[in-house]
């Protein structure tokens, strides 16, 4: 059964601690994406990678970090630099050929409440 | 960088009647915009997108247009069905190089009245 999975799917952490979100995919897609999604904010892009071992920021990287050591795997860190760290978080894969008109597949999400 | 704006921001409609959603967009370069739906408490799920080299799209109850002179393009669902409500979000991917980034409209909360 392919797809992207999301792990926990509900996270809470006390205020000051780092806190890492995993996400997994089996589709064999080169990049990879997180988002994040407040109420009524739509989806900001947090951090990318199109090739293990690179990535690159996003609109609010600020906060946040990534590693990119397997094709499949795309951890995000919230650390506490990050002011607002309660949110939503969605991580998207696709294919990265064809021009980029390349359906991303979201997962299901991780709800992070930080205390 | 690209700018997505979306209206309206929830849109409430009878089960039968026509929903549409427009976005509109600044980075005239941009060419790629897909639709995605999001139900409650999932990720979101592409239904449809445009190419900048076409004009409009359709697949069932689903249609997408594109104004590229306006930077425009909107959402048309018909004979609108309560499985239809959900929040549903444009984007659009700036051309060039090998960036595969998609800029996203915040949403738009359809809810289908049976």
């Known amino acids: 059964d392919g797809g992207i999975t999301q792990s926990p799917k509900y996270l809470f952490r006390k205020e000051g601690q780092n806190v890492t979100l995993s996400c997994e995919q089996n589709?064999?897609?080169?990049?990879m994406y997180w988002y994040r999604q407040d109420p009524g904010q739509g989806l900001r892009l947090i951090y990318y990678?199109?090739?293990?071992?690179?990535?690159q920021k996003g609109d609010i990287a600020e906060g946040y970090s990534v590693s990119r050591e397997k094709k499949e795997s795309f951890p995000l860190t919230v650390t506490s630099a990050q002011k607002n760290p309660t949110a939503f978080y969605l991580c998207?894969?696709?294919?990265?050929?064809?021009?980029?008109?390349?359906?991303?597949?979201f997962g299901p999400g991780t709800r992070l409440t930080v205390l | 960088g690209e700018n997505v704006e979306q209206h309206p921001s929830t849109l409430s409609v009878q089960e039968g009647d026509s929903a549409v959603i427009k976005c509109t967009y600044s980075?005239?370069?941009?060419?790629?915009f897909p639709w995605y739906k999001q139900e409650l408490g999932k990720g979101p799920q592409l239904i449809i997108d445009?190419?900048?080299?076409?004009g409009e799209k359709k697949d069932q109850r689903i249609a997408v247009t594109l104004n590229k002179t306006a930077k425009h393009f909107s959402l048309h669902i018909t004979e609108t069905q309560p499985e239809d409500s959900a929040v549903y979000f444009c984007?659009?991917?700036?051309?060039?190089?090998?960036?595969?980034?998609?800029?996203f409209g915040k949403g738009t909360l359809l809810t289908v009245n049976p």
């Open positions: 998207a894969s696709s294919i990265a050929r064809g021009g980029g008109y390349n359906e991303q597949f």
């Open positions: 589709l064999n897609h080169d990049a």
């Open positions: 990678s199109q090739i293990v071992n690179d990535f």
């Open positions: 980075d005239s370069a941009s060419n790629y």
């Open positions: 445009i190419r900048s080299n076409v």
């Open positions: 984007a659009a991917r700036e051309s060039g190089g090998s960036n595969y980034k998609l800029t």
